[in-house]
């Protein structure tokens, strides 16, 4: 077994281990990943997320070759939370020889891709620990705007909000407090964002001076600090 760098693996888009098994034939052999170190390294749920990857060893070479179609592909795994480990089923790939093709599933990019992506597991194999983006408590990727929230996109500001109404139990007496979460870009980033309201031109950051507006003359915002 030949582990890599870290540099390497976040190249590979994984975290904390990545390794390469080669043996004198081809063949399979039972792996255990350990995750213990970095466990708690994210939040999320980190570790009921991670999951192992296979990838094409071309993937290492630097420059790529223009033949090396990389797609990943998820091992099935067991994860171990309460020890921090992975323990899979790996192909172990020959010392000398090329490997086999990986039979993969034809994906929405068509069958010459499928054939390409296939072939390119020839060089070998890279196994990669990597966390995604559901696991037994949740879903921690980004949602979708829902149709029951409403959004708005400033044209000249460039501001972008999002209201999204949070269900309430029914009140007992009357209408209960009307609850929602919001976001407004303007607010969070607004750098950049310019208004014009009761005669004053400011920049919509707190650290730059705001400037009256006098009628036929220029006016030109103090600079920040």
């Known amino acids: 077994m030949e582990t890599l760098p870290a540099d390497t693996v976040r190249k590979l888009g994984g975290v904390g281990v990545a390794a390469r098994l ?22 999320g749920n980190f570790a009921t997320r991670l999951q192992l990857l296979r990838m094409p060893a071309c993937a290492l070479t630097t420059p790529r070759p223009r033949d090396c179609v990389v797609r990943p592909q998820q091992v099935k795994a067991h994860n171990d939370v309460k020890t921090g480990t992975l323990t899979a089923d790996v192909d172990v790939d020959p010392t000398s020889g090329k490997a086999s093709p990986l039979t993969l599933p034809k994906g929405q990019t068509g069958k010459d891709a499928t054939s390409n992506a296939a072939q390119a597991f020839t060089s070998g194999s890279v196994y990669v620990l990597a966390a995604g ?22 044209t000249s500001g460039g501001g972008f909000s999002y209201d999204c109404p949070l269900p309430e139990a029914p009140s007992p007496v009357g209408n209960g407090p009307n609850l929602s979460l919001q976001y407004d870009a303007s607010s969070v980033d607004g750098e950049g964002a310019w208004s014009v309201s009761a005669g004053t ?8 001076s705001t400037a009256a507006a006098r009628p036929g003359k220029s006016t030109t915002p103090t600079p920040p600090i």
Do not use: H, I
């Open 22 to 43: 080669t043996a004198s034939k081809a063949g399979k052999v039972r792996a255990e990943f350990s995750y213990a170190s970095f466990r708690d390294a994210y939040g």
């Open 133 to 154: 983006m559901t696991g037994p408590d949740g879903n921690f990727g980004a949602t979708d705007l829902k149709p029951s929230g409403t959004w708005q996109a400033g």
């Open 201 to 208: 031109c400011r920049p919509a950051s707190s650290n730059a």
